[in-house]
């Protein structure tokens, strides 16, 4: 069942910087893609289209058959950016993943527990009350993904989750995206994450869709990556001989 649709959807920050260039795909509900290009390749801005962060300069947007109005943000995708402190706007972490639930009118004390729930969901819960300047590359994340949770979005947007994180960090953050049961768009130059979970992989090469193929699909072609700038997986590579 068809979740998303992007229809012809360009993006042009000013008369010469085109970031995405006719990007057309759809996405079934429960799919898990990961969007995979060089810098500069359009990844990030196309996350932003869709969550309507950023307007689109043409195309058109499509929800469960709905389609979406320009520049206006849409409750139905939520985004976790690439710097989780550009999200955080409480001193603690337990008022910034309310926020949203907040904003809505909902109690402090209610807003808290479901807060603590869904940290605990995470293996977050003892943060709570910690400030948010004093986390973790990897706790901030899952606070950051908390945030996005709690407002029960139907599809979950990520911008490069396990960057700068260290390998136990980036470990625990990618066994949890394995086992959220929602549809995930993820952005990443990680591409040994994207074999651990996409089941589909969108390509991007300066602003174009270069490929779209089911998991692991090129991502075993050494000579389609190098052609859009990047390298073998690791989990790919060839092992040396003795």
């Known amino acids: 069942m068809t979740q998303l649709a992007l229809n012809h959807i360009s993006c042009v920050y000013d008369t010469s910087l085109v970031s995405l260039d006719d990007i057309s795909f759809t996405v079934d509900k429960g799919e898990s893609i990961c969007v995979l290009g060089a810098n500069g390749s359009g990844k990030s801005t196309l996350l932003q289209v869709i969550a309507s962060c950023i307007k689109a300069s043409g195309g058109e947007i499509i929800i469960d058959g709905v389609v979406q109005k320009p520049g206006v943000n849409n409750r139905k995708a939520g985004i976790v950016f690439q710097e989780p402190d550009n999200q955080f706007f409480m001193p603690t972490v337990w008022e910034d993943v309310a926020f949203g639930i907040l904003k809505k ?15 605990t ?16 590359g990897g706790e901030k994340q899952r606070v950051a993904l908390a945030s996005i949770l709690i407002m029960k979005p139907e599809i979950l947007l990520l911008d490069e989750p396990t960057a700068a994180l260290d390998p136990r960090a980036r470990k625990n953050i990618i066994a949890l995206l ?13 591409l040994d994450m994207a074999l651990e979970i996409a089941s589909r992989i969108l390509f991007l090469h300066k602003g174009k869709i270069a490929a779209d193929c089911p998991a692991p699909g090129l991502l075993r072609d050494e000579g389609f990556l190098q052609s859009i700038g990047l390298e073998l997986p690791l989990g790919c590579a060839k092992k040396p001989t003795a």
Do not use: F, Q, V, W
């Open 121 to 136: 969901n995470l293996e977050a819960g003892e943060l709570a009350d910690r400030p948010l300047y004093k986390l973790s």
């Open 105 to 119: 009118g909902m109690k402090p004390e209610e807003a808290r527990t479901l807060a603590i729930n869904e940290l």
């Open 178 to 190: 394995k086992n959220l049961d929602c549809t995930k768009i993820i952005a990443s130059h990680d």
